[in-house]
């Protein structure tokens, strides 16, 4: 190591701390970056070595299942600028439920629904998050990233980010190619929230006026009542998107099973189904396979109830998607980021 701003560069560094599932695997390098030129040299490091990067903001959608051979470069770019009224930059490394914190007591509305959800701002629109009738493309103006590729800073609109439900451009781009720098939100400083997703619309009810502030205490008591907290049990929320299938294929599963919850998409033609039912009737929650399980209050949700590896949750999670493909013929695809 020639230079000195790496000096904070680890060799060997256990990654239990750095993901919210909390599992035992190494990195050979890891690196947390607080300024852009420590970033530079960190990626410039890699380039010399000819190691593989891999970028982690929270590490709260992300599974290790073996060590990793190559530099983690951990994000910590900070701060939150108001451009204009509503229009926010903000720093990759912020707290995501930070940031919504800040937003709602600075008289800016839109993230309410997104409370309480895991990880940094960077990684928001890298995989579209979303919660309670509301994904964060809506919001998005602009993300800068570095380019590892071209070896250089590039903006991109919301349209070119090509968002879609949990994905963008930047999920199915090679892993490293982008690291996200900034992103740029337009909020509203009307005080108007989305009361469309059925567990909202059912604490709610009609006609009353309703505050973001009140739906935000709605998502954070929802949240807290459903999902485990990371900090508490190793996590890293659904592990599996939700399943889109034919009509054809919902109308046929709805005549074996009572009550499939489904939500149609174009015109009918396609319906998402919940993959937490399927795993739930398939019978998975409060499983257990030694030190990995299925948490209890919800079968989407994969936990390490301490000391798993990253393959213990891995082969859990095989056997899981099996048994859905087995009994109602549909292949699960993973949420979370497998390494
Ligand atoms: N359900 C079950 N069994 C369970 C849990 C849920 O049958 O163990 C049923 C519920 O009764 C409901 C349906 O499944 O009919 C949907 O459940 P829920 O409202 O909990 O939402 P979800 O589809 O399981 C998605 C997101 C969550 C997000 C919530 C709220 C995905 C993969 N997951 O979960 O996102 O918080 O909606 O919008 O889209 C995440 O991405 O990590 C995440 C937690």
């Known amino acids: 190591m020639n230079d000195a701003r790496l000096s904070t560069l680890l060799e060997n560094a256990p990654l239990d701390a750095y993901t919210t599932f909390g599992v035992t695997q190494y990195a050979r390098f890891l690196i947390e970056v607080s300024d852009l030129p420590e ?29 990793f051979p190559g530099l983690v470069i951990i994000i910590k770019l900070t701060g939150i600028v108001r451009e204009s009224g509503t229009r926010l930059r903000i720093g990759a490394g912020e707290d995501w439920h930070n940031l919504v914190d800040w937003t709602l007591a600075n008289k800016l509305f839109g993230l309410e629904n997104l409370a309480l959800i895991p990880g940094t701002v960077g990684a928001a629109p890298i995989q579209n998050i979303g919660a309670y009738g509301v994904e964060i493309e809506r919001f998005v103006t602009r993300v800068h990233v570095f380019d590892t590729h071209l070896a250089k800073a590039l903006d991109f609109t919301r349209d070119a980010c090509d968002f879609a439900y949990r994905d963008s451009l930047f999920k199915r781009a090679p892993r490293g190619r982008y690291i996200v720098l900034e992103v740029e939100l337009e909020l509203s400083d009307s005080d108007a929230p989305v009361l469309t997703y059925p567990a909202l619309a059912e604490r709610f009810g009609s006609d009353e006026k309703i505050t973001a502030e009140q739906v935000y205490h709605a998502v954070c008591d929802i949240r ?22 034919s009509k054809e294929k919902f109308f046929k599963i709805s005549e074996l099973f009572d009550a499939v919850p489904g939500f149609p998409l174009e015109n009918g033609e396609f319906y998402k189904l919940s993959a937490a039912w399927l795993l739930d009737t398939a019978g998975w929650k409060g499983r257990r396979r030694g030190l990995a399980g299925v948490f209890e209050h919800h079968a989407l949700v994969l936990v390490n109830h301490g000391g798993a590896t990253g393959e213990d949750i891995f082969l859990l999670a095989q056997e899981m998607s099996s048994s859905v493909l087995q009994r109602f013929g549909i292949a699960l695809q993973p949420e979370v980021l497998i390494v």
């Open 39 to 67: 970033l530079y040299e960190a990626v410039e490091f890699a380039r010399d070595n000819h190691l593989e990067l891999m970028v982690l903001g929270g590490g709260s959608n992300v599974l290790f299942v073996r060590d």
């Open 224 to 245: 807290r009542s459903k999902l485990p907290d990371p900090k508490v049990i190793g996590n890293a929320g659904s592990f599996f998107k939700n399943p889109v299938v």
